[in-house]
Protein backbone atom coordinates (compact mmCIF):
# COMPACT_ATOMS: atom_id res chain seq x y z
CA UNK A 1 0.00 0.00 0.00
CA UNK A 2 1.45 3.24 -1.22
CA UNK A 3 1.13 6.27 0.78
CA UNK A 4 0.55 9.74 -0.19
CA UNK A 5 0.98 12.59 2.15
CA UNK A 6 0.60 10.99 5.45
CA UNK A 7 -2.64 9.02 3.91
CA UNK A 8 -3.05 5.46 2.31
CA UNK A 9 -3.66 5.51 -0.94
CA UNK A 10 -6.09 2.41 -1.68
CA UNK A 11 -5.57 -0.33 -4.32
CA UNK A 12 -7.05 -2.81 -6.62
CA UNK A 13 -9.96 -1.85 -8.83
CA UNK A 14 -12.05 -0.15 -6.38
CA UNK A 15 -8.44 2.35 -5.60
CA UNK A 16 -8.45 3.18 -9.40
CA UNK A 17 -12.52 3.92 -9.44
CA UNK A 18 -11.76 6.10 -6.56
CA UNK A 19 -8.60 8.01 -8.07
CA UNK A 20 -10.42 8.73 -11.28
CA UNK A 21 -13.54 10.19 -9.48
CA UNK A 22 -11.23 12.21 -7.16
CA UNK A 23 -10.16 13.11 -10.84
CA UNK A 24 -13.20 13.89 -12.43
CA UNK A 25 -14.42 16.28 -9.61
CA UNK A 26 -11.77 18.43 -9.57
CA UNK A 27 -11.62 18.45 -12.99
CA UNK A 28 -15.30 19.45 -13.15
CA UNK A 29 -14.61 22.33 -10.78
CA UNK A 30 -11.92 23.75 -12.94
CA UNK A 31 -14.73 23.55 -16.08
CA UNK A 32 -17.47 24.55 -14.12
CA UNK A 33 -15.69 27.70 -12.91
CA UNK A 34 -14.36 28.73 -16.06
CA UNK A 35 -17.74 28.47 -17.92
CA UNK A 36 -18.90 30.51 -14.97
CA UNK A 37 -16.09 33.52 -15.61
CA UNK A 38 -17.93 33.67 -19.85
CA UNK A 39 -20.51 36.44 -19.37
CA UNK A 40 -21.13 36.94 -23.46
CA UNK A 41 -23.98 34.78 -24.03
CA UNK A 42 -24.30 34.57 -27.61
CA UNK A 43 -22.27 36.49 -29.90
CA UNK A 44 -22.47 36.37 -34.22
CA UNK A 45 -19.02 34.63 -34.96
CA UNK A 46 -16.53 34.58 -38.02
CA UNK A 47 -15.05 31.47 -38.45
CA UNK A 48 -12.46 30.82 -40.95
CA UNK A 49 -11.31 27.10 -41.92
CA UNK A 50 -7.63 27.13 -44.05
CA UNK A 51 -4.69 25.15 -43.80
CA UNK A 52 -2.98 22.47 -46.59
CA UNK A 53 -5.02 19.59 -45.01
CA UNK A 54 -8.35 18.27 -46.25
CA UNK A 55 -11.54 18.99 -44.32
CA UNK A 56 -12.02 22.98 -44.41
CA UNK A 57 -14.67 22.81 -46.50
CA UNK A 58 -16.27 19.24 -44.90
CA UNK A 59 -16.55 21.05 -41.40
CA UNK A 60 -18.18 24.01 -42.55
CA UNK A 61 -21.11 21.99 -43.67
CA UNK A 62 -21.14 20.20 -40.80
CA UNK A 63 -21.77 23.28 -38.63
CA UNK A 64 -24.63 24.05 -41.30
CA UNK A 65 -25.94 21.00 -41.49
CA UNK A 66 -25.95 21.34 -37.24
CA UNK A 67 -27.72 25.30 -38.11
CA UNK A 68 -30.58 23.24 -39.87
CA UNK A 69 -31.07 21.07 -37.07
CA UNK A 70 -32.13 24.00 -34.84
CA UNK A 71 -34.01 25.18 -38.06
CA UNK A 72 -32.07 28.27 -39.16
CA UNK A 73 -32.34 29.38 -42.60
CA UNK A 74 -28.57 29.30 -43.99
CA UNK A 75 -27.28 30.41 -47.31
CA UNK A 76 -23.70 29.21 -49.27
CA UNK A 77 -21.77 30.95 -52.21
CA UNK A 78 -19.17 29.01 -53.27
CA UNK A 79 -15.94 30.82 -54.78
CA UNK A 80 -14.03 29.04 -57.14
CA UNK A 81 -15.80 25.48 -57.36
CA UNK A 82 -18.26 24.95 -59.70
CA UNK A 83 -17.12 22.06 -62.34
CA UNK A 84 -18.34 19.01 -60.05
CA UNK A 85 -21.77 17.93 -58.87
CA UNK A 86 -20.94 17.46 -54.89
CA UNK A 87 -22.81 15.41 -52.62
CA UNK A 88 -22.79 17.40 -50.33
CA UNK A 89 -25.03 19.88 -52.44
CA UNK A 90 -27.14 17.30 -53.44
CA UNK A 91 -28.27 16.94 -50.06
CA UNK A 92 -28.76 19.88 -48.64
CA UNK A 93 -30.50 21.45 -51.13
CA UNK A 94 -33.10 18.53 -50.17
CA UNK A 95 -33.94 21.46 -47.65
CA UNK A 96 -35.60 24.03 -49.99
CA UNK A 97 -36.92 25.97 -47.53
CA UNK A 98 -34.50 26.43 -45.43
CA UNK A 99 -31.18 26.76 -47.59
CA UNK A 100 -30.10 28.91 -50.16
CA UNK A 101 -27.22 27.30 -52.19
CA UNK A 102 -25.39 29.38 -54.75
CA UNK A 103 -22.34 27.59 -56.83
CA UNK A 104 -20.90 30.44 -58.55
CA UNK A 105 -17.52 29.25 -59.43
CA UNK A 106 -16.51 27.72 -62.72
CA UNK A 107 -13.99 25.70 -61.22
CA UNK A 108 -10.05 26.15 -60.47
CA UNK A 109 -8.05 29.01 -61.51
CA UNK A 110 -5.65 26.33 -63.80
CA UNK A 111 -8.54 25.23 -65.25
CA UNK A 112 -9.89 28.81 -66.37
CA UNK A 113 -6.90 30.49 -67.42
CA UNK A 114 -8.48 33.58 -67.67
CA UNK A 115 -7.55 36.13 -64.71
CA UNK A 116 -10.50 38.72 -65.62
CA UNK A 117 -12.91 36.37 -65.81
CA UNK A 118 -11.93 34.92 -62.72
CA UNK A 119 -12.86 38.13 -61.33
CA UNK A 120 -15.52 39.14 -62.42
CA UNK A 121 -17.09 35.68 -61.64
CA UNK A 122 -15.52 36.31 -58.10
CA UNK A 123 -17.05 39.55 -58.01
CA UNK A 124 -20.41 38.21 -59.15
CA UNK A 125 -20.16 35.30 -56.04
CA UNK A 126 -19.54 38.35 -53.71
CA UNK A 127 -22.25 39.72 -55.01
CA UNK A 128 -24.46 37.52 -53.87
CA UNK A 129 -22.96 36.52 -50.71
CA UNK A 130 -23.75 40.37 -49.96
CA UNK A 131 -27.07 39.81 -51.08
CA UNK A 132 -27.30 36.84 -48.62
CA UNK A 133 -25.77 38.34 -45.89
CA UNK A 134 -28.67 41.28 -46.03
CA UNK A 135 -31.09 39.00 -45.25
CA UNK A 136 -32.73 39.34 -41.83
CA UNK A 137 -33.85 35.36 -41.69
CA UNK A 138 -30.41 33.85 -42.65
CA UNK A 139 -28.47 32.97 -39.97
CA UNK A 140 -25.35 31.49 -40.81
CA UNK A 141 -23.59 31.63 -44.15
CA UNK A 142 -20.91 29.41 -45.51
CA UNK A 143 -18.23 31.75 -48.23
CA UNK A 144 -16.89 28.06 -49.47
CA UNK A 145 -13.30 29.10 -50.94
CA UNK A 146 -13.41 32.75 -50.63
CA UNK A 147 -9.93 32.75 -49.21
CA UNK A 148 -8.86 31.59 -52.55
CA UNK A 149 -10.61 34.30 -54.32
CA UNK A 150 -8.62 37.20 -51.76
CA UNK A 151 -5.36 35.30 -52.07
CA UNK A 152 -5.35 35.84 -55.88
CA UNK A 153 -6.43 39.51 -55.27
CA UNK A 154 -10.03 39.15 -57.34
CA UNK A 155 -11.77 40.64 -54.41
CA UNK A 156 -10.51 44.01 -52.56
CA UNK A 157 -9.82 42.61 -49.15
CA UNK A 158 -10.75 45.69 -47.15
CA UNK A 159 -14.54 45.54 -48.80
CA UNK A 160 -14.29 41.97 -47.79
CA UNK A 161 -14.02 42.52 -44.19
CA UNK A 162 -15.73 45.95 -43.50
CA UNK A 163 -19.04 44.02 -45.35
CA UNK A 164 -17.75 41.52 -42.43
CA UNK A 165 -17.67 43.93 -39.79
CA UNK A 166 -20.83 45.73 -40.64
CA UNK A 167 -22.81 42.54 -40.66
CA UNK A 168 -25.85 42.03 -39.18
CA UNK A 169 -25.36 41.40 -34.90
CA UNK A 170 -27.19 37.44 -35.32
CA UNK A 171 -25.42 36.70 -38.44
CA UNK A 172 -22.70 33.96 -38.42
CA UNK A 173 -19.90 33.63 -41.24
CA UNK A 174 -17.90 30.59 -42.46
CA UNK A 175 -14.75 31.59 -44.44
CA UNK A 176 -13.21 27.89 -46.29
CA UNK A 177 -10.14 27.65 -48.14
CA UNK A 178 -6.03 27.77 -47.69
CA UNK A 179 -4.15 30.77 -47.47
CA UNK A 180 -6.33 32.87 -45.43
CA UNK A 181 -5.32 36.63 -45.28
CA UNK A 182 -3.45 37.54 -41.76
CA UNK A 183 -6.06 40.54 -41.51
CA UNK A 184 -9.27 37.97 -41.87
CA UNK A 185 -7.21 35.76 -39.29
CA UNK A 186 -6.91 39.24 -37.19
CA UNK A 187 -10.39 39.50 -37.56
CA UNK A 188 -12.24 35.90 -36.96
CA UNK A 189 -12.92 35.08 -33.82
CA UNK A 190 -12.77 31.51 -34.56
CA UNK A 191 -9.70 30.03 -36.68
CA UNK A 192 -8.85 26.69 -37.38
CA UNK A 193 -6.11 25.36 -39.34
CA UNK A 194 -6.24 21.81 -40.82
CA UNK A 195 -2.44 20.27 -41.26
CA UNK A 196 -1.89 17.54 -43.89
CA UNK A 197 -0.23 14.67 -42.35
CA UNK A 198 -1.10 12.13 -44.92
CA UNK A 199 -3.57 12.62 -47.98
CA UNK A 200 -4.24 9.31 -50.43
CA UNK A 201 -3.98 11.48 -53.21
CA UNK A 202 -0.55 11.61 -52.92
CA UNK A 203 -0.71 7.66 -53.26
CA UNK A 204 -2.45 7.62 -56.29
CA UNK A 205 -5.95 7.52 -55.59
CA UNK A 206 -8.19 10.19 -57.31
CA UNK A 207 -10.99 12.06 -55.95
CA UNK A 208 -13.72 9.83 -55.12
CA UNK A 209 -17.73 11.00 -54.92
CA UNK A 210 -18.78 10.53 -51.23
CA UNK A 211 -15.22 11.06 -50.08
CA UNK A 212 -13.87 14.19 -51.73
CA UNK A 213 -16.96 15.53 -53.64
Same mark, same amino acid.
Given at each position: ???????????????????? $???? &??????????????? &????? @??????G????????A #?? @? !???? !??????????? #? &??????T?E??A?E????????????????W?????????A??????????????R????? &?? !??? @?N???????????????? #???????????????N???E !????????????????? #????? $?A???IE?
Amino acid at each position: MQEKDGAAAPEGPNGDEERH $RAKM &IKRKAVQDAEVAGKT &ILEKA @LLIVHTGPGKGKSTAA #FG @L !LLRA !LGHGWPVGVVQ #F &IKGAWDTGERRALERFTDLVSWHTMGEGFTWETQDRERDRATARAAWAKACELMARPEVRL &IV !LDE @LNIALRYDYLPLDEVLAA #FAARRSDLHVVVTGRNAKPE !LLAAADLVTEMSLVKHP #FAAGV $RAQAGIEF
